[in-house]
C-alpha cells in the first residue's frame, strides 16, 4: 500500500489548523505551566540626582475682614423670630408704619431670596381685603400682590360683582416670594403671620376673603378649603369682628375651571354682604 505522505501531510496540517494549532512543538512533550518565568531585566541604575532649588515658599495671603464680605443676615430662632415679629407689628401706628417695619425685619429667611417685599395692593381702609398666600414670580418682579395669571382671573372675578382694585385692599399671608413658588412653611407662616394680622386691624375692612387654604388656615384656623369656602366665619381683631369668607385661590381655577361655578356663588355672597 502506497501511502502519499506528502498529501498526509498537508490534511494533517490542514486538521491542525481547524482545530486551532497555531503553533510548532518539539518531539518532547514540554509543559509550559511549570516553566520558570525569566527573570525581569535589571532596572538601569538611577543617573545621579541633581539638586535641585529649595522651592520658594508661597507669598502670604492677606486675611479679608468678614465685615467687607457680602452676606445675607442670618435670621433668628423661628421662636425668637414670632416673638420679634409681634412685638414689630404691634408697634406699627399706621400701613405706612407697617410696611417700613416690615422692609426692615429680618426674621424670615424668605427675605434673602426674594427680589422686594411684596406689602398690599388697593386702597387703605375699603371694606374688602383679600388675603392670599405668597408672591409669584411676577409678583416678586412688580412688588404687588396678585398681578399675574392669577391677578388677572381675580381682577375679572372683582369686575363681576362690580368691584375693581381702587375698591379692595389686597394682601398676602407671606409678603416675599418662596423660592420656586413652592408653599410657604409653617414656620414662614408664623413668623409673618403678626404683620398680617396687624395689617387688617389697620385696614379694618368690613369683609375679609380668604384666598385659598394656606390663608384660610392661618387666619382662621380651619383646614380643608373645599368643604370651608363659602361659609361666613367671624375674624376677630382685638377691637372688633370681622365677617370673613374663605375662596378658592384663582390659580386652581386655572387649573380646575368647572370650580368657577362654585367662586361665582362666593362672589355672589361677599356683594350681598357688602350692601
Known amino acids: ?96 408704619e407697617l410696611r417700613t417695619i416690615l422692609d426692615g425685619f429680618d426674621g424670615c429667611a424668605l427675605k434673602n431670596g426674594a427680589s422686594r417685599l411684596v406689602f398690599a395692593d388697593g386702597t387703605p381702609g375699603s371694606r374688602l381685603m383679600l388675603v392670599g398666600e405668597a408672591p409669584g414670580a411676577e409678583e416678586d418682579r412688580q412688588g404687588l400682590p396678585f398681578v399675574g395669571k392669577s391677578g388677572q382671573l381675580l381682577d375679572r372675578m372683582l369686575a363681576a360683582i362690580g368691584l375693581d382694585r381702587s375698591k379692595v385692599y389686597i394682601a398676602n399671608i407671606v409678603p416675599w416670594r418662596p423660592p420656586g413658588n413652592r408653599t410657604p412653611t409653617p414656620v414662614e407662616t408664623q413668623i409673618c403671620l403678626p404683620f398680617v394680622q396687624r395689617q387688617i386691624e389697620l385696614c379694618d375692612p368690613d369683609v375679609l376673603v380668604t384666598i385659598g387654604q394656606p390663608s384660610t388656615g392661618a387666619l382662621l384656623n380651619v383646614q380643608g378649603i373645599m368643604k370651608n369656602r363659602g361659609r361666613w366665619f367671624s375674624y376677630q381683631t382685638g377691637t372688633r369682628e370681622i365677617r370673613a369668607m374663605p375662596m378658592l385661590h384663582p390659580a386652581y381655577l386655572l387649573r380646575s375651571p368647572i370650580g368657577k361655578r362654585l367662586a361665582w356663588r362666593d362672589l355672589l355672597a361677599i356683594k350681598k354682604a357688602l350692601g
Open 1 to 96: 500500500m502506497n501511502i502519499d505522505r506528502a498529501k498526509a501531510n498537508r490534511d494533517l496540517l490542514a486538521f491542525y489548523s481547524e482545530a486551532g494549532v497555531d503553533i510548532a512543538l518539539r518531539d518532547e512533550p514540554n509543559d509550559w505551566l511549570s516553566a520558570e518565568e525569566p527573570a525581569p531585566a535589571a532596572a538601569p541604575e538611577p543617573a545621579p540626582a541633581q539638586r535641585s532649588p529649595a522651592p520658594r515658599s508661597p507669598a502670604p495671603v492677606r486675611a479679608v475682614s468678614a465685615s467687607i464680605l457680602p452676606s445675607a443676615p442670618v435670621p433668628p430662632p423661628p421662636d425668637a423670630a414670632v416673638m420679634t415679629a409681634r412685638e414689630a407689628a404691634r408697634s406699627a401706628a399706621s400701613l405706612d
